[in-house]
């Protein structure tokens, strides 16, 4: 017997899709408001991040989203 055949006696296996296209919507959209709502200096700082080989970054400018902004 195939898997499909599997899924095809479940009841309200329908609902599984719809759910999961909805949550990735839901988060594409807040991160993309979250993206168009963030200051530039904020992710600049976020970029430099891997590029940075003392700790200082971490250490000495422990800012939040919101002191950034």
Avoid: C, R
């Avoid at 759910?19 to 993309?32: H, P, Q």
Wanted: aromatic letters at 18%; charged letters at 15%; hydrophobic letters at 45%.
């Amino acid at each position: 017997m195939k898997f499909i055949n599997y899924l095809e006696n479940i009841s309200g296996i329908g609902f599984y899709p719809l759910a999961s296209l909805m949550i990735f919507f839901v988060f594409f959209i807040g991160v993309t408001i979250f993206i168009i709502n963030g200051s530039k200096e904020y992710f600049n700082t976020l970029s430099q991040l891997p590029l940075n080989t003392d700790n200082s970054a971490l250490t000495s400018n422990d800012q939040t989203y919101e002191e950034v902004k």
